[in-house]
Structure formats: C-alpha cells, structure tokens
C-alpha cells in the first residue's frame, strides 16, 4: 500500500509538472542566464527524497581536452523531493575553452548521480534518479582443500567494482562487506581452480535497500 501511495505522488507530480504552464520567459534573461529544476528520487521505489543535498558544477573545457569542475552554487530538496537553481552563466571569451554544467545529488546511504543541464535554456523535468546503497557480508572458505595451489578469484560486485580478487591456500577462510545496490538484481560470478581444472559459478542476489545480506562462497 505504502508503494502504491508513493508511485501515486510520483505520478501526479510528474503529470502537474508536465501540464502545469510554465510562466515565460524573456529570451534575453536567458542571454546569460540559465534555469534548472526537477524530482529527486529512489530508483524503482520512484520515492521523492526531501532534504537530499543537489550541486550545481560548472566544468571548464580544456585546451588539451577534458574539464575542470567547480561547485557553483548548492540546494537541498523540499518536502515533494524538488530543487531548482536560477543562476549566471559563463560564455567562452576566448574561443577555445567552453563551459558545461551539471546537476548532482547527493544523499546519506544513495549512490551518487548527476546529469548535464543545457546553459541559456529552461530546464524543466531535470529529474534526478538515485539508487540506494546496500551491503553483502560475504564469507569465502575453501572447505574441500586439494593442495596449497587451490585458487578462487572474483571480480565486479564482488570485489566493490575493482579488478579483481585472489585467494590462493588449503586455508582460505576470509570474508568481505561490500556496498551493493540495492532493490536490483545483482548478477554475481566467482571462479574456482583445482588439481588443474577450473570452474565458473554465478548466481543472482538480490539486496532489500539499506539492508545487508550474508553470502557465503564454499568450495
């Protein structure tokens, strides 16, 4: 019932968003200055997020390629989960650097996300989606010893997104919290090796948001 409700508000703000008519505005406000507003919300709950922190960054083209950003200017969600930033923005004088902005929110235990906003425009529906954090207590334990050159390794998910993990030993027993994403599938993969032959297991986890679930890769 609680989601239903939620989906409901998402719903109708994003449908008042859409047929509300926006005041206009005169193009040559916009010369120099840019508008910006939208929802900031959970991933597939659609939840609106109040008081989630949302930065305004100006990035600064480089002669040599790639960008510089700067925080311009800061807001924080109301009570529906919208923000809305009304500021100045820069113009190239030189010919050669150029200036983009972006829009990120932030919020305790959600991963971070940002888009890019169009400067000397109305941007209307600049919805923000973020997803929350999760953990994985995972226990790796070689229960079937076969010599001191057993191996398991893994990556992605399990090994917080890095390269890679190896365990090598008759005695592996370690274990691991991760920060996973959580209310999504969560594809898992981990590969084992001994007495020379080698073989991959997946399997597919899913974490409630803010929860942690116990894992265990026994081999």
């Known amino acids: 019932m609680k989601q239903l409700i939620l989906l409901s508000i998402f719903v109708l703000i994003t ?10 505005v005169n193009p040559d406000y916009l010369d ?7 929802l900031v919300y959970v991933l597939n709950s659609n939840e609106p997020l109040q008081n989630a922190e949302v930065i305004l960054e100006e990035c600064v083209g480089e002669f040599l390629g790639g960008s510089s950003c700067y925080n311009e200017d800061t807001a924080y969600t109301n009570l529906l989960g919208v923000y809305s930033f009304d500021f100045i923005h820069e113009t190239s004088t030189d010919g050669i650097s150029g200036y983009s902005y972006e829009v990120k929110a932030v919020k305790e235990n959600y991963y971070p996300n940002s888009i890019t906003i169009r400067h ?17 207590k995972l226990h790796v334990r070689n229960i079937d010893p076969f010599d ?18 190896r365990l090598i030993g008759q005695k592996v027993d370690e274990k691991f919290l991760i920060d996973v994403p959580g209310d999504q599938a969560l594809p898992v993969t981990w590969y ?10 997946w399997d597919t986890l899913m ?8 894992y265990q890769i026994l081999y």
């Open 207 to 214: 974490v409630a948001p803010h929860d942690t679930l116990a």
């Open 192 to 201: 084992v090796e001994k007495d020379g032959e080698g073989t991959q297991f």
């Open 15 to 24: 449908a008042l968003s859409c047929e509300k008519p926006h005041p206009t």
């Open 148 to 165: 001191e050159n057993d191996e398991v390794s893994f990556r992605g998910r399990l090994n917080n997104g890095g390269g890679g993990t």
């Open 120 to 136: 000397g425009w109305v941007n209307r529906d600049k919805n923000i989606e973020l997803t929350p954090i999760s953990w994985l």
């Open 32 to 38: 120099d200055h840019t508008q910006v507003e939208g």
